[in-house]
Nanobody, 124 residues
Framework: QVQLVESGGGLVQAGGALRLSCAAS????????MGWFRQAPGKEREFVAA????????YYADSEKGRFTISRDNAKNTVYLQMNSLQPEETAVYYC?????????????????WGQGTQVTGSS
């Protein structure tokens, strides 16, 4: 089992920045990829970004490229999501997730472990 706890959500003005953190515990060595997803009310959970175990490889949804940065500190078992130029339409609950698959699957089905989520609200 891998336990994930997100933090750092909150209210941010349009164009502002926010950094989310995800602290992992348990069998963290089993996680090959760590990812961030988001789910807005009435919408499906969508992929935002992912990072490999080593941190050398990162992956982003097209809409986030250049604005969001995923990183990790393996010594702290923590993954981060730096979000810049946030827009009100990106208001959602943001979830941290861990995958034990050998290949990254950019949807929620590809991730086995999930945090409880943290609310991010962009105001106009």
């Amino acid at each position: 089992q891998v336990q994930l706890v997100e933090s750092g959500g909150g209210l941010v003005q349009a164009g502002g920045a926010l950094r989310l953190s995800c602290a992992a515990s348990g069998r963290t060595f089993s996680a090959t990829y760590m990812g961030w997803f988001r789910q807005a009310p009435g919408k499906e959970r969508e992929f935002v970004a992912a990072i490999s175990r080593s941190g050398f490889s990162t992956y982003y949804a097209d809409s986030e490229k250049g604005r969001f940065t995923i990183s990790r500190d393996n010594a702290k078992n923590t993954v981060y999501l730096q979000m810049n130029s946030l827009q009100p339409e990106e208001t959602a609950v943001y979830y941290c997730a861990a995958s034990s698959a050998s290949t990254l699957v950019r949807n929620s089905g590809g991730f086995r472990y999930w945090g409880q989520g943290t609310q991010v609200t962009g105001s106009s």
